[in-house]
């Protein structure tokens, strides 16, 4: 799992996390933990090449392509936004290469905030 550590800011209900390069919008118990320092984690698997998925239910990001890995049935993909690295996996469908710029969504059903502190899913 590709971990982000993140603050939650706005209201209960209305919250969002900021991870820098990224903002993701919160629900149920991660919404009420405005104020909290938490990790946000996403699976690769998680991760979609936006030019092959519905955006809806995406968060989309920018991310530079450092290396591509062909794992035959898909790819696996390490990327770079800001200063954060992270991992995807991706379709054959991609065609990318090192130093290429991608647009990746992360699937929102798909998000996993953690409290840092007491390292506590927030569901």
């Known amino acids: 799992m590709n971990f982000f550590p993140a603050k939650v800011s706005g209201s209960p209900g ?16 991660a919404a009420e933990a405005v104020g909290k320092d938490v990790i946000l984690g996403v699976r690769p698997e998680d991760i979609d090449d936006m030019a092959h998925v ?3 239910g995406h968060l989309p990001i920018q991310a530079r392509v450092d290396v591509v890995e062909f794992l035959g049935n898909e790819l696996q993909l390490l990327l770079a936004a800001d200063s954060q690295t ?3 996996r991706v379709s054959t469908e991609t065609h990318t290469k090192p130093g290429a710029t991608l647009q990746i969504g992360f699937n929102l059903k798909k998000l996993h905030v953690f409290d ?3 390292e506590a899913a927030l569901r």
Request: aromatic letters at 12%; proline letters at 4%; glycine letters at 8%.
């Open 14 to 29: 209305n919250a969002v996390a900021d991870a820098g390069f990224f903002k993701a919008p919160l629900t149920g118990k």
């Open 54 to 56: 519905r955006a809806d």
């Open 86 to 88: 992270f991992v995807a």
């Open 116 to 118: 840092k502190q007491t």
